[in-house]
């Protein structure tokens, strides 16, 4: 079964549901490897999840010292 496109990029390559979930997924990993702020994990389960996001935006951000 395919999945819908859902961005487009250049040369006609596409993105598909289960290439962004697979991003996202090592997206969480590193972030939390990199210790990110629970806001921005919180955003990316919600993404990876497909529901809606517990923030309207992470910007501004500063990094932690």
Known sequence: MNHPTLLTLQDDKRLDIEQLEKLLGELYQVLGALDAPE????QVVA?????????ESLLPFAAQE
């Open 39 to 42: 806001a921005v994990l919180d």
């Open 47 to 55: 993404a990876l999840e497909g529901g809606p996001l517990p923030h």
